[in-house]
């Protein structure tokens, strides 16, 4: 069972199919999706050194001043 927003996409992608051509489409959507995955791989990326890197080293400081 597709979910009303499914529906409208799976219309919308038979409707460019239409215009462009199945094949076409088909590499403009991998292309979207191959770039979506990079923005979210430098997304997380940009937190792990910019938050939790920063916090580890705080805490890690933390622990050390305490057992010294």
Known sequence: MFTDDE?????????????FGEAPVLRFIRTV????????EAAVSLFLVNVEGPMQRARARGLVARFC
């Open 7 to 19: 529906v409208l996409l799976f219309g919308g992608f038979a409707g460019r199919a239409a215009l």
């Open 33 to 40: 999706g191959s770039s979506l995955a990079r923005i979210a």
